[in-house]
């Protein structure tokens, strides 16, 4: 299959409205037939030194870097041979000395208006040697964060842009022991500080995905979450739909935590009051990998990972004419297209779409690279009668791919590949299109069925089978412990004898029910703490309205005790006409 590449440089700054600057536009690169090792479209395979070549004499570290900003957008095929900056940059970084200098020219020189800033700091810092604990000591006292520094050069924002990427790539990078230890407390204020509304929205942006990565540490998780940080983003979640990009993504990034990790007790999950009526077709959130975004609507994805994420629909088809749009909300490197049953999706080694002979990007390309590419919307035709793709940008028609069908026939999704930070919203049919083509087509949303329970997509924060099975396992030894059984038994017979078999409920009634919250429900999350570190309970009941099945029938009445005042009721009329509770017969 023939590869040609289309690079489209055609607006400015971080996706906002005040850009500046603007790149050639349509500038193209061929690439050799050959492909031998599929990986990121811009990660260069890394190569060490030879047993006999001498290190490379050490250069400036920001002509270095800025180098490397500049070359990588040429970087398209997986047998070039990586630019000569970026090898002595990881030459340097082998060394504590280096490391530090690589880190802090990222922060200083990397400008705003290069949509590939962040993206270079997560490629550079990821191939570089992990950092000591030394190091990682002196880059803290260098910086010397805290939330007075998050106001100091507010109109200056490219600096605090690159601080907050360099600390995400550290926080994902680094586990345990080192992220606890980086996000001092210092840190901690600098990134909540740089969520208020006086920051520049990138900064904003780039705080909450580094606040998002130090919450991988349990422990960090905790603490973040204990800073009152889902108030904010309670705040920045109203920008989900603003028609500024830039403050959409810092809204989708704020409705994902707040879905997924800094819960916020009241709160209604997204995905249970999303509307989803009209939705038969949306993407696969079920054969993704955890560090994919993907919207509670199933529509619209995102990529914060240092890994090469993919996704496709969840509709496949065989035969006919079919028609897709996606919007373009970030610049950079994305691959979107159509794959089949067979294509490879191998994130960490970088097989994205059009990464192989069984799917096809934009305009042929098994490797697509827009940069600045800013409100777009591309079309995605595929005809199976003719034997043909067609791609559209902004309604124009670009040439006709048809030499994927040497290898596939048949069994085609519409599917995308993302690097690091970009987002994309996808429309099968569920709304008007904004370029539909003159000819005949069919939509995956006339023509796909989803049923109720499979259009949701549940928070990643609900445990997985495994724990949750887990979790159960404890959850029986706590309620069998005589500790609990008393506790239960002396509240029980505190209260029973205000409740009688009336539909009128008292005004006592709730006073007791939160006095019963407050103490057992409290008494087996503190034990299941003491067992699991980081459980969270709200996650937890979340996930027991799906898996009711799962678990022993009584251990869910208990635990529905705690949220539904109809069954708290019932729980004391039973002790009051049986003089037992109905969980210790069977566990008594």
Same mark, same amino acid.
């Given at each position: 299959?023939?590869?040609?590449?289309?690079?489209?440089?055609?607006?400015?700054?971080?996706?906002?409205?005040?850009?500046?600057?603007?790149?050639?536009?349509?500038?193209?690169? !061929?690439?050799?037939?050959?492909?031998?090792?599929?990986?990121?479209?811009?990660?260069?395979?890394?190569?060490?030194?030879?047993?006999?070549?001498?290190?490379?004499?050490?250069?400036?570290?920001?002509?270095?870097?800025?180098?490397?900003?500049?070359?990588?957008?040429?970087?398209?095929?997986?047998?070039?041979?990586?630019?000569?900056?970026?090898?002595?940059?990881?030459?340097?970084?082998?060394?504590?000395?280096?490391?530090?200098?690589?880190?802090?020219?990222?922060?200083?020189?990397?400008?705003?208006?290069?949509?590939?800033?962040?993206?270079?700091?997560?490629?550079?810092?990821?191939?570089?040697?992990?950092?000591?604990?030394?190091?990682?000591?002196?880059?803290?006292?260098?910086?010397?964060?805290?939330?007075?520094?998050?106001?100091?050069?507010?109109? !200056?924002?490219?600096?605090?842009?690159?601080?907050?990427?360099?600390?995400?790539?550290?926080?994902?990078?680094?586990?345990?022991?080192?992220?606890?230890?980086?996000?001092?407390?210092?840190?901690?204020?600098?990134?909540?500080?740089?969520?208020?509304?006086?920051?520049?929205?990138?900064?904003?942006?780039?705080?909450?995905?580094?606040?998002?990565?130090?919450?991988?540490? *349990?422990?960090?998780?905790?603490?973040?979450?204990?800073?009152?940080?889902?108030?904010?983003?309670?705040?920045?979640?109203?920008?989900?739909?603003?028609?500024?990009?830039?403050?959409?993504?810092?809204?989708?990034?704020?409705?994902?935590?707040?879905?997924?990790?800094?819960?916020?007790?009241?709160?209604? =999950?997204?995905?249970?009051?999303?509307?989803?009526?009209?939705?038969?077709?949306?993407?696969?959130?079920?054969?993704?990998?955890?560090?994919?975004?993907?919207?509670? !609507?199933?529509?619209?994805?995102?990529?914060?990972?240092?890994? =090469?994420?993919?996704?496709?629909?969840?509709?496949?088809?065989?035969?006919?004419?079919?028609?897709?749009?996606?919007?373009?909300?970030? *610049?950079?490197?994305?691959?979107?297209?159509?794959?089949?049953?067979?294509?490879? =999706?191998?994130?960490?080694?970088?097989?994205?779409?059009?990464?192989?002979?069984?799917?096809?990007?934009?305009?042929?390309?098994?490797?697509?690279?827009?940069?600045?590419?800013?409100?777009?919307?591309?079309?995605?035709?595929?005809?199976?009668?003719?034997?043909?793709?067609?791609?559209?940008?902004?309604?124009?028609?670009?040439?006709?791919?048809?030499?994927?069908?040497?290898?596939?026939?048949?069994?085609?999704?519409?599917?995308?590949?993302?690097?690091?930070?970009?987002?994309?919203?996808?429309?099968?049919?569920?709304?008007? =299109? #904004?370029?539909?083509?003159?000819?005949?087509?069919?939509?995956?949303?006339?023509?796909?069925?989803?049923?109720?329970?499979?259009?949701?997509?549940?928070?990643?924060?609900?445990?997985? !089978?495994?724990?949750?099975?887990?979790?159960?396992?404890?959850?029986?030894?706590?309620?069998?412990?005589?500790?609990?059984?008393?506790?239960?038994?002396?509240?029980?017979? #505190?209260?029973?004898?205000?409740?009688?078999?009336?539909?009128?409920? #008292?005004?006592?009634?709730?006073?007791?029910?939160?006095?019963?919250?407050?103490?057992?429900?409290?008494?087996?999350?503190?034990?299941?703490?003491?067992?699991?570190?980081?459980?969270?309970?709200?996650?937890?009941?979340?996930?027991?309205?799906?898996? #009711?099945?799962?678990?022993?029938?009584?251990?869910?009445?208990?635990?529905?005790?705690?949220?539904?005042?109809?069954?708290?009721?019932?729980?004391?009329?039973?002790?009051?006409?049986?003089?037992?509770?109905?969980?210790?017969?069977?566990?008594?």
């Amino acid at each position: 299959m023939g590869n040609s590449c289309v690079c489209r440089d055609d607006s400015g700054a971080e996706d906002n409205a005040e850009s500046q600057g603007r790149q050639p536009e349509n500038s193209r690169a !061929h690439i050799p037939e050959a492909r031998s090792h599929p990986r990121d479209p811009v990660r260069p395979p890394r190569r060490g030194r030879g047993p006999h070549e001498p290190r490379r004499k050490k250069q400036n570290v920001d002509g270095l870097v800025l180098d490397t900003l500049a070359v990588i957008r040429t970087l398209v095929d997986n047998d070039q041979e990586p630019p000569y900056s970026m090898i002595t940059l990881h030459e340097m970084a082998e060394t504590d000395e280096g490391w530090l200098e690589v880190v802090q020219s990222l922060i200083r020189v990397i400008p705003l208006e290069d949509p590939l800033g962040p993206a270079v700091i997560t490629l550079l810092l990821d191939e570089c040697p992990l950092p000591t604990k030394d190091a990682l000591q002196k880059l803290t006292e260098i910086l010397n964060l805290s939330g007075a520094a998050a106001c100091q050069d507010a109109c !200056h924002p490219a600096k605090h842009r690159n601080t907050t990427a360099v600390l995400g790539c550290l926080a994902e990078k680094l586990a345990g022991p080192a992220s606890i230890g980086l996000l001092s407390p210092g840190i901690l204020e600098y990134l909540l500080q740089s969520l208020n509304f006086q920051s520049h929205p990138t900064v904003m942006l780039f705080a909450l995905i580094a606040l998002e990565k130090f919450a991988q540490t *349990s422990e960090n998780k905790m603490t973040v979450s204990e800073s009152c940080i889902s108030d904010q983003l309670i705040l920045l979640e109203k920008w989900t739909d603003n028609p500024d990009y830039l403050k959409r993504q810092v809204g989708f990034c704020a409705q994902w935590s707040l879905d997924n990790l800094f819960l916020k007790e009241g709160r209604q =999950f997204t995905y249970e009051k999303v509307d989803l009526t009209n939705i038969r077709a949306m993407l696969n959130s079920n054969d993704v990998s955890e560090y994919l975004k993907i919207s509670p !609507h199933g529509l619209e994805a995102r990529c914060d990972a240092s890994s =090469f994420e993919s996704v496709r629909c969840t509709f496949c088809v065989d035969s006919g004419v079919w028609y897709y749009e996606v919007t373009v909300i970030t *610049s950079g490197v994305m691959q979107i297209g159509w794959a089949t049953k067979d294509s490879k =999706f191998l994130n960490h080694e970088g097989y994205g779409i059009g990464d192989d002979e069984y799917s096809c990007a934009y305009d042929g390309c098994r490797q697509l690279i827009w940069y600045n590419a800013r409100r777009d919307t591309i079309g995605f035709l595929l005809d199976l009668q003719e034997k043909q793709m067609i791609f559209y940008l902004n309604g124009n028609q670009l040439p006709a791919e048809k030499q994927v069908f040497s290898s596939a026939v048949s069994g085609f999704f519409a599917a995308a590949s993302f690097m690091s930070y970009q987002q994309c919203e996808f429309n099968f049919g569920a709304k008007p =299109f #904004k370029y539909p083509p003159a000819m005949k087509f069919s939509t995956f949303n006339d023509y796909a069925f989803l049923t109720a329970e499979e259009k949701i997509i549940l928070p990643s924060s609900t445990p997985s !089978h495994e724990e949750f099975d887990i979790v159960v396992g404890y959850l029986e030894d706590i309620i069998m412990d005589d500790d609990f059984q008393l506790i239960q038994r002396s509240f029980l017979e #505190k209260h029973y004898q205000e409740f009688d078999d009336s539909e009128e409920n #008292k005004l006592i009634y709730t006073d007791i029910f939160n006095e019963y919250i407050s103490l057992v429900e409290k008494y087996i999350e503190e034990k299941l703490l003491d067992r699991i570190r980081g459980f969270d309970m709200v996650a937890f009941t979340v996930s027991l309205q799906q898996r #009711k099945d799962e678990m022993p029938g009584d251990i869910f009445d208990l635990l529905l005790t705690f949220t539904d005042f109809l069954a708290f009721k019932e729980m004391f009329l039973e002790y009051r006409a049986f003089g037992e509770i109905k969980v210790l017969k069977v566990f008594g």
